[in-house]
C-alpha cells in the first residue's frame, strides 16, 4: 500500500474500523518510524475525536455532575446547621437510591430468569423437534471463518436451526430464517440474534411439507423481523 | 478560544495533583460531548451517565501518567470515550463490572500525540456536525455505523446490501468533506 492509498483510510485506522490487511501496513509504517504516516495519523486523530459533534448535543442530568465529584471525594466546607441539613438529604437520598437499586436488581434478575426459562423453552422445543421420526440433516458451511452449521427440519414438527459466524449486524437489526419454497413466496421462519460468542439457535415450529421446499435463506431485517426479505439473503441453504 | 478558557496544561496539572477542580473543569469542558456521544451510542440515559462516571474516573486515575507537554487531553479523552461506548454496543449482554479495563492500544498511541488547544477540538467538531449535514444519506449512513457502531467497510457493506466498492467509496467522499470542513483547502 502506497502513501496515496493510505490517505483515504487514516482515518479509518485511527476508528478501528480499517480491514485487519491494511491496518498491519500502517503499523508497519509506524514501527519503522515514517514521518509521513504519523503526521497523517495526527491530523487523522483529530478529526476522529471532532467526529465526536455527530452526536446531537445533549445536556446531562445535573446529579451526574456531583456523583462523579463526590466519587472523588470532592472537599465541602458548610456550617454545621448546613451539615446537619444536608447530611440528613443526603441519607434519605441514599435510602431512596438504595430502594431504587434494590428494586432494579429484583427486575434485573426477574429478567434474567425471564431470560433462562426463554432458553430453556427453546431447548426444549429443539430437543422435541429433533427427536421426532424422520428428521433430516442438512449441514452448510464447511471452513470456520464463514457461516456455518446444521439445520435440522422435520416434516411434522418444525425446524431447528443452529451454526454459527454469522457476520456482526446493528443493534436494531435481526437475522431473520425464511422457508423458500419451489414456488411462491418466501415464508418467514423466526427472528433471532446470534450470543456473545456468534452462536445461534432458531426454533421454528411450524408444519414443513419437505418436498415442497427448495431451500432455507437468511436475511438481515428489523429486530420485529419482516413479513417477506427486505434485504439480499446473506445465507442461503439448499435442501435439494 | 474564548476569553478566558485556558489550555489543557493548567487542567492536567490540578488532576496531576488530585485536585477535585481540575476533574470539575475537564467535566465542564468535555462532560456534555462525552455524555451525547454514550446517549447516541448505547440510547440509554441510564447507561450514558455510568459511562461517563467510568470515563472521567479513568482520567482521575491516569492523570499522572499525563504529559500535557506531549499529548492532547481532549482527543484523549474522547477517544477513550468512544472505545468505551464501543465495548458496551458490541456486547449486547454487557455487564458493567466485568468490562475489561486494560488499556487498549488506541490509549497509549494517544498519549505521545502532539498537544492540540482545547477550543480547536470543540470548534472541530462544530464544524464536522456542520458538514456532515451537508452529506447524502448514504455517506451519513456509512460513517454512523464506522463511528457509533465500530463497524468496518466490509461488515457495513453487509449491513446496507452494497457492494464493498460501493461502499469504501460513500466512505472515502464523506471523510475526504469532514477534512475539507476541519482543513478548508487540504485535497489529499
Known sequence: ?240 | MRSGESGDADLVSKLQRRDPDGLAAAYDRYGQMVYSLFLRMTQDPSTAEDLVQELFLRVWNRSRDFDATKGSLGIWILSVARNLGLDFVRSARARFKTRLQALDKTDELLLSYKPKEPALLIDSARLIKEAFANLTTDQKRVLELAYFEGFSQSEIAVQLNAPLGTVKSWMRAALERLRMAVKPGEVR
Not at chain 1, 37 to 66: F, I, N, W, Y
Open chain 1, 1 to 240: 500500500m502506497t502513501h496515496p492509498e493510505m490517505n483515504d483510510v487514516y482515518e479509518l485506522y485511527v476508528l478501528g474500523v480499517l480491514e485487519p490487511e491494511a491496518v498491519a501496513k500502517i503499523d508497519e509504517h509506524v514501527a519503522d518510524g515514517c514521518s509521513y504516516c504519523l503526521e497523517h495519523l495526527q491530523d487523522a486523530t483529530l478529526l476522529a475525536s471532532a467526529m465526536v459533534g455527530l452526536a446531537e448535543p445533549q445536556k446531562p442530568p445535573r446529579r451526574l455532575r456531583k456523583r462523579l465529584l463526590d466519587s472523588v471525594g470532592q472537599p465541602r466546607r458548610r456550617s454545621n446547621l448546613w451539615f446537619a441539613v444536608a447530611a440528613l438529604s443526603a441519607a434519605c437520598l441514599a435510602l431512596a437510591v438504595y430502594s431504587f437499586w434494590a428494586a432494579s436488581s429484583v427486575r434485573s434478575l426477574q429478567n434474567q430468569i425471564a431470560e433462562v426459562r426463554d432458553e430453556r423453552n427453546e431447548l426444549r422445543s429443539a430437543v422435541e423437534i429433533l427427536s421426532q421420526p424422520g428428521t433430516r440433516t442438512v449441514q452448510f458451511g464447511v471452513a470456520e471463518n464463514v457461516p456455518h452449521g446444521r439445520a435440522f427440519v422435520t416434516p411434522s414438527g418444525g425446524i431447528v436451526f443452529v451454526g454459527s459466524q454469522l457476520p456482526r449486524i446493528a443493534a436494531d437489526r435481526a437475522f431473520e430464517l425464511w422457508l423458500i419454497p419451489r414456488q411462491g413466496a418466501p415464508r418467514p421462519a423466526g427472528v433471532f440474534r446470534p450470543n456473545e460468542r456468534g452462536n445461534f439457535v432458531n426454533v421454528a415450529r411450524r408444519s414443513v411439507n419437505v418436498s415442497d421446499l427448495q431451500a432455507l435463506a437468511v436475511s438481515v431485517e428489523p429486530l420485529q423481523g419482516s413479513a417477506a426479505p427486505t434485504t439480499t439473503p446473506i445465507l442461503v441453504v439448499p435442501l435439494a
